[in-house]
């Protein structure tokens, strides 16, 4: 073969991939590159005001970040943090079937639940838990109006900051969670669930085995949302004398009055969990996205580069 008709190939098939749309290309645009350009030295300005100001005290950070007190405050959040989320999440998969289902009572009370701990701040519910004891003093079980007592504890002994804390954060994670769930259950083609009604699956089973791991895809991300927001709720739980993160630094801070480097502590922990979590949050969006995305122009372009010399054959017969 000639190397003339080598290169009326080549420019045959360059011309084919020009009118393709899957090979278009935007025009260069100047005022990204000058946009990218400002926030970039913006960026550099402001994290080197931030590193050079003597004011952060960074051998103090440097000093408390991984100190015995500061550590177990974070063992602390991290474990509110993966009790409640867990309760919240299963009691709002509960709330969230009882919210779409027909029986008007379930329905009823999961609405006024999701009413009443969305509707009223979590740092009232966290406060109420914890001085529960002033309305109840004790907790029993009792025959209703009747003095016949089953079994009875002091409300003092059994509400903690730990229990109150627990109670506070998944009660009120719980509503958040319903309605997600329940969003993501609507989300799900109704031509499934009368799929499963003509193989005669029971509610729960069809729930168990077909809507819920459908439904994934569209609760995973606001879950993860929620994640990131529970780690940051946990700090509320130092105003009932709960040691978390921040009760921590803020024990310290008291005694040593460095206010600034300490708390910069509890920012960079915080910033660190988050990070990590939005990680992990990424992964499983893509684990139950499989087989949703599609590399369309890919195999546009690999398509085209195999069509290519057919093409211009074509094209020079038109001519």
Same mark, same amino acid.
């Given at each position: 073969?000639?190397?003339?008709?080598?290169?009326?190939r080549?420019?045959d098939?360059?011309d084919v991939?020009?009118r393709?749309v899957a090979? $278009?290309?935007?025009a260069? *645009?100047?005022g990204?590159?000058?946009?990218?350009i400002?926030?970039l030295? !913006?960026?550099a300005?402001?994290?080197w005001?931030?590193?050079?100001?003597?004011n952060f005290? /960074?051998?103090?950070v440097l000093? /408390?970040?991984?100190e015995?007190?500061?550590?177990?405050?974070l063992q602390? *959040?991290?474990?509110?943090?993966?009790?409640s989320m867990?309760?919240g999440t299963?009691l709002?998969l509960?709330?969230?079937?009882?919210r779409?289902?027909?029986n008007?009572?379930?329905?009823?009370?999961?609405?006024?639940?999701?009413w009443?701990?969305?509707?009223t701040?979590?740092?009232?519910?966290l @406060?109420f838990?914890?001085?529960?004891?002033?309305?109840?003093p004790t907790i029993a079980?009792?025959?209703?109006?009747?003095?016949?007592?089953? $079994?009875? /504890?002091?409300?003092?002994?059994?509400?903690?900051?730990?229990?109150?804390?627990?109670?506070?954060?998944?009660?009120?994670? +719980?509503?958040? #969670?319903?309605?997600i769930i329940?969003a993501?259950?609507?989300?799900?083609?109704n031509?499934?669930?009368?799929?499963?009604? +003509?193989?005669? #699956?029971?509610?729960?089973?069809?729930?168990?085995?077909? !809507?819920?791991p459908?439904?994934m895809r569209? @609760?995973?991300?606001p879950?993860g949302?929620q994640?990131?927001?529970m780690?940051?709720? *946990?700090?509320l739980?130092?105003?009932?004398?709960m040691g978390?993160l921040?009760?921590?630094v803020?024990?310290?801070?008291?005694?040593?009055?460095?206010?600034?480097?300490?708390?910069?502590?509890?920012?960079?922990?915080y910033?660190? @969990? *988050?990070?990590?979590?939005?990680l992990?949050?990424?992964?499983?969006?893509r684990?139950? $996205?499989?087989g949703t995305?599609?590399t369309?122009?890919?195999?546009?372009?690999v +398509?085209?580069?195999? +069509? $290519?010399p057919?093409v211009?054959h074509?094209?020079?017969?038109?001519?």
């Open positions: 073969m000639s190397p003339v008709t080598n290169n009326s080549a420019r098939k360059a991939q020009q393709d090979f $278009a290309r935007s260069p *645009t100047y990204r590159w000058i946009s990218w400002l926030v030295v !913006i960026a300005n402001f994290l005001l931030v590193a050079t100001n003597p005290e /960074w051998n103090v000093q /408390w970040f991984t015995g007190s500061v550590m177990k405050g602390v *959040t991290l474990g509110l943090t993966v009790v867990i309760l299963l709002g509960l709330l969230g079937v009882w779409l289902s027909e008007k009572l379930l329905s009823g009370l999961s609405s006024l639940y999701i009443f701990f969305r509707g701040p979590l740092l009232v519910q @406060i838990w914890y001085n529960l004891s002033t309305l109840f079980i009792t025959l209703p109006w009747t003095d016949i007592t089953f $079994a009875s /504890w002091n409300t003092n002994d059994l509400i903690t900051p730990l229990t109150a804390a627990i109670a506070g954060l998944a009660l009120n994670e +719980a509503a958040y #969670m319903a309605e329940r993501g259950l609507l989300s799900v083609d031509g499934q669930v009368e799929t499963t009604q +003509a193989f005669g #699956m029971s509610r729960s089973r069809a729930l168990r085995r077909v !809507i819920i459908q439904a569209s @609760i995973i991300p879950t949302n994640l990131i927001s780690i940051k709720a *946990t700090s739980v130092s105003v009932i004398a978390d921040l009760y921590s803020q024990a310290v801070y008291n005694r040593t009055f460095e206010i600034i480097p300490m708390l910069m502590v509890a920012v960079i922990w910033l660190l @969990i *988050t990070s990590i979590l939005n992990g949050q990424s992964a499983i969006e684990y139950y $996205a499989r995305t599609r369309v122009v890919n195999k546009r372009r +398509a085209a580069n195999e +069509a $290519a057919a211009a074509r094209l020079k017969e038109d001519v």
